[in-house]
């Protein structure tokens, strides 16, 4: 019984010092340094292969921005302006975006666009958020108004879509004073949420066929078969960025809190209770095949701190992103021999539909390859250290006004 009682001690002290070490360091200003000593000029610039314009890069460019507004450290703004610059032409056009194509992840680097209007003023980062901002306008939709994933994949919506569009539709709202464009926002979150949860789990399923006619769709609900874990994570991430850009006095902020409040339910009761982390399928811990995957635990991270720090969440999720951010630390990320850090265990790609043709089962979501360093992946993890660390700083500010009083 004692030596039974000392084994629990030493475990229960592991987990405090796994914990306060995953705090302590300064994890996402380490992955940067790993991006920009890998890719100084561009982010997708690989040997033999083209620059494009990303919603990879804009994942990783935007934790790069969350160090610079946390850290104020000016190389961190520099390194997005100029990965934007790559892109963002004199004249507002952007390089190699195809607005006729109407693919909704082209739209995601607009948040880093507007971002560095506001920043310097410059007026051709406008007139390249205006160019995105039209995209939406024609961009096609099902019959209740949701956007398609795609042009190529008609009446499809995805998970992944919603942070993909929504955030940078409800930022350029807010900056260029649009009220009307808010009920549309809310309408893409309420809409995927209608169509794709499932009551008994309360997870979202990767997407959905308004029209019922791809292979992978049921034919009752038009829902595809899965719950693949970084979809719903980019659901969740842009639940919490659209709502730093919604009025507080709007008639559907509450309802998109609500849905985050659900979702926040769903990703708590998925979370492996040893680990800390999220697996590729989120419903089918232990099954043949399947694995804890790096992307999806930081963006149900991310999500969840950021919740709890916007005050749209119960201070209660800490505790889960805090153990999820141990996991992911012990879990996925390495030094090298040169002293840069790695993120490891991230999945390449899932979608639906396509050639060759994806049909969302279990046997497919498990197969697709698993890469260190994707850059969704490493985008993912700055995020959510970025969240933890501003959540360590804000309950710190609260010990200190404490013990002062």
């Known amino acids: 019984m004692k030596s039974f009682l000392r084994l629990l001690l030493v475990l229960m002290v592991f987990g405090r010092v796994s914990s306060a070490h995953a705090q302590t360091t300064d994890w996402p200003a380490k992955l940067a340094r790993t991006i920009m000593t890998t890719w100084p000029d561009s982010l997708e610039e690989f040997p033999g292969k083209p620059v494009k314009w990303n919603y990879g890069q804009g994942v990783v460019l935007e934790g790069i921005k969350g160090l610079w507004e946390r850290t104020g450290d000016k190389m961190y703004f520099d390194y997005v302006q100029k990965s934007m610059d790559f892109f963002v032409r004199p004249d507002g056009s952007i390089h190699k975006y195809r607005l006729a194509e ?65 955030p940078f539709y409800a930022q350029y709202a807010a900056i260029t004073n649009e009220p009307a464009a808010f009920d549309d926002v809310a309408r893409q979150f309420i809409l995927m949420e209608k169509h794709a949860r499932d009551p008994k789990t309360g997870l979202l399923y990767h997407g959905y066929d308004d029209a019922r006619q791809q292979q992978w769709a049921d034919k009752q609900t038009g829902r595809s078969p899965n719950f693949w874990g970084r979809a719903m994570g980019w659901y969740a991430a842009g639940l919490v960025d659209a709502l730093d850009y919604f009025p507080p006095q709007h008639p559907k902020r509450d309802s998109l809190v609500a849905i985050l409040n659900r979702v926040a339910t769903a990703i708590q009761r998925y979370q492996d209770p040893k680990s800390g982390l999220w697996y590729q399928v989120l419903d089918k811990r232990g099954a043949k095949g399947n694995y804890e995957e790096a992307s999806a635990s930081c963006l149900f991270t991310y999500a969840l701190a950021k919740g709890v720090r916007q005050g749209n969440l119960p201070a209660s999720y800490l505790k889960t992103a805090t153990k999820a951010y141990a996991g992911i630390v012990q879990q996925f990320i390495e030094t090298d021999a040169k002293g840069l850090v790695h993120l490891k265990g991230t999945v390449a790609v899932a979608g639906l539909g396509g050639k060759p043709y994806r049909d969302g089962t279990y046997a497919y979501y498990v197969q697709e390859p698993v890469k260190t360093d994707d850059i969704k992946g490493m985008g993912a993890f700055i995020l959510a250290g970025n969240e933890m660390a501003l959540l360590s700083a804000k309950n710190m500010q609260r010990t200190n006004s404490t013990m002062h009083k």
């Open 102 to 166: 109407y693919n909704i992840d082209e739209v995601k680097n607009g948040t880093l666009i507007l971002f560095l209007y506001q920043q310097t003023h410059q007026e051709k980062y406008l007139k390249a958020a205006n160019l995105l901002r039209q995209q939406l306008k024609g961009h096609p939709r099902n019959p209740d108004g949701g956007f398609w994933h795609k042009q190529v994949y008609p009446n499809q919506m995805w998970l992944d879509g919603l942070y993909m569009g929504e």
